[in-house]
């Protein structure tokens, strides 16, 4: 799929502008904070729903204005399509896409799909378990609304046991059975979310180790840590397990067990990259990874995403732009950079200018 051009109406430092894409190799260049990563921000909104970089919708109003507005014309093998997304200052985010009102962010994932990657998304591999997990999170939700669904009634279920389990004593450790239901409820979310998460990690292993093989000739492994360890991820052997624990959670006052505790293991020739890795092995796994992204929703949606590729041209060195030029040759790719001198550049390429928050 791609994107044909982005109206900008007082968004973060844009009072108005239109910007026509190639579907091809899109170069948005400029200094610093003139605006380039504000215009991969606003595509990937309508992907997601949400910035990647704020959780206050109010901060992408441009300073002084009470609203903004954008507007996306984008495209797949089937359709176009016109989204338009308002953001009003203290009020709530409105999405149409073709006359259509977006009442629930999972009814996004039906059109279109981004993968961003920028240079913190080196976290991915060096950072904590949740920095995989919300890569994991994001990446199955853009394309199955239910695992959404799921995961948001499965962390409503942790904060009620949560509480709950502030209250218990460990003498009530046998008897409560209100401990039970929420233990039950969690089981059967818990039993969704992993049966997703097995295939994700099955696929995005099979396409990242091909991807990290074929840039460094290392052996890249991506391997589900279960935060259940209890061999089996049926409903009831996740119930038992969860019952299992009741003293030592109660104990804790807190949960100990559960999907929320789940995390990935990135190895590069059997060992932990998180913490054997070179800094260049780290770089390459990561964005390994974010082509598989790119791959796994090719592979389930018959539509390869549109890739936003922030600032990482300085990261990459010749020889791994040269393979991500070759990897993505036909697709749409939005590249931010300072300078015009990328390796990247085909005579297909669209050259993009931005100065302080215009295009020129
Ligand atoms: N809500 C806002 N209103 C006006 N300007 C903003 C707003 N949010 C960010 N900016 C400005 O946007 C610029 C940063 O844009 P950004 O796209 O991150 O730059 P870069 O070109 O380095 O990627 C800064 O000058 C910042 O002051
Ligand atoms: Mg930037």
Same mark, same amino acid.
């Given at each position: 799929?791609?994107?044909?051009?982005?109206?900008?109406?007082?968004?973060?430092?844009?009072?108005?502008?239109?910007?026509?894409?190639?579907?091809?190799?899109?170069?948005? @260049?400029?200094?610093?904070?003139?605006?380039?990563?504000?215009?991969?921000?606003?595509?990937?909104?309508?992907?997601?729903? %949400?910035?990647?970089?704020?959780?206050?919708?109010?901060?992408?109003?441009?300073?002084?204005?009470?609203?903004?507005?954008?507007?996306?014309?984008?495209?797949?093998?089937?359709? #176009?399509?016109?989204?338009?997304?308002?953001?009003?200052?203290?009020?709530?985010?409105?999405?149409?896409?073709?006359?259509?009102?977006?009442? +629930?962010?999972?009814?996004?994932?039906?059109?279109?799909?981004?993968?961003?990657?920028?240079?913190? #998304?080196?976290?991915?591999?060096?950072?904590?378990?949740?920095?995989? %997990?919300?890569?994991? #999170?994001?990446?199955?939700?853009?394309? @199955?609304?239910?695992?959404?669904?799921?995961?948001?009634? @499965?962390?409503?279920?942790?904060?009620?046991?949560?509480?709950?389990?502030?209250?218990?004593?460990?003498?009530?450790? %046998?008897?409560?059975?209100?401990?039970?239901?929420?233990?039950?409820?969690?089981?059967?979310?818990?039993?969704?979310?992993?049966?997703?998460?097995?295939?994700?990690?099955?696929?995005?292993?099979?396409?990242?180790?091909?991807?990290?093989?074929?840039?460094?000739?290392?052996?890249?492994?991506?391997?589900?840590?279960?935060?259940?360890?209890?061999?089996?991820?049926?409903?009831?052997?996740? @119930?038992?397990?969860?019952?299992?624990?009741?003293?030592?959670?109660?104990?804790?006052?807190?949960? !100990?067990?559960?999907? !929320?505790?789940?995390?990935?293991?990135?190895?590069?020739?059997? %060992?932990?990259?998180?913490?054997?890795?070179?800094?260049?092995?780290? +770089?390459?796994?990561?964005?390994?990874?974010?082509?598989?992204?790119?791959?796994?929703?090719?592979?389930?949606?018959?539509?390869?995403?549109?890739?936003?590729?922030? #600032?990482?041209?300085?990261?990459?060195?010749?020889?791994?732009?040269?393979?991500?030029?070759?990897?993505?040759?036909?697709?749409?790719?939005?590249?931010?950079?300072?300078?015009?001198?990328?390796?990247?550049?085909?005579?297909?390429?669209?050259?993009?200018?931005?100065?302080?928050?215009?295009?020129?």
């Amino acid at each position: 799929m791609f994107i044909s051009s982005l109206t900008l109406t007082n968004f973060r430092n844009y009072r108005k502008e239109k910007i026509e894409f190639s579907p091809n190799t899109n170069v948005i @260049y400029g200094d610093n904070a003139q605006g380039k990563t504000n215009i991969l921000e606003a595509v990937y909104i309508f992907s997601q729903g %949400r910035s990647h970089r704020t959780k206050t919708d109010g901060e992408l109003i441009r300073f002084g204005e009470d609203f903004a507005k954008l507007g996306l014309e984008f495209h797949d093998a089937e359709r #176009d399509y016109k989204a338009v997304l308002q953001i009003i200052k203290n009020g709530k985010k409105n999405i149409r896409i073709n006359g259509v009102q977006i009442t +629930r962010l999972s009814m996004l994932m039906n059109y279109l799909n981004a993968v961003m990657f920028s240079p913190e #998304d080196l976290t991915l591999v060096k950072g904590s378990p949740s920095a995989r %997990r919300r890569f994991t #999170d994001a990446a199955i939700s853009q394309l @199955y609304p239910r695992y959404l669904t799921s995961l948001i009634d @499965y962390h409503k279920a942790l904060m009620q046991k949560n509480s709950l389990l502030k209250t218990l004593k460990t003498s009530d450790a %046998r008897s409560d059975t209100m401990l039970s239901v929420w233990n039950d409820r969690l089981a059967a979310e818990a039993e969704k979310i992993i049966k997703y998460r097995l295939e994700f990690v099955k696929l995005i292993n099979s396409f990242a180790s091909r991807v990290q093989s074929e840039i460094s000739k290392e052996k890249l492994e991506i391997e589900y840590l279960p935060g259940i360890k209890c061999g089996a991820y049926d409903k009831e052997t996740i @119930y038992n397990y969860f019952e299992q624990n009741r003293y030592r959670e109660i104990k804790l006052a807190s949960a !100990q067990v559960g999907v !929320q505790r789940d995390d990935l293991v990135i190895s590069v020739n059997g %060992r932990d990259s998180r913490l054997y890795g070179s800094q260049g092995q780290q +770089r390459t796994a990561a964005l390994s990874m974010k082509i598989a992204q790119a791959d796994y929703i090719e592979n389930i949606k018959n539509e390869y995403p549109v890739l936003l590729l922030d #600032d990482i041209m300085s990261e990459l060195d010749a020889h791994r732009r040269g393979y991500l030029a070759e990897r993505i040759r036909g697709r749409q790719v939005l590249i931010t950079s300072t300078d015009t001198d990328l390796k990247f550049s085909t005579d297909r390429t669209r050259l993009i200018h931005i100065k302080g928050g215009a295009v020129i």
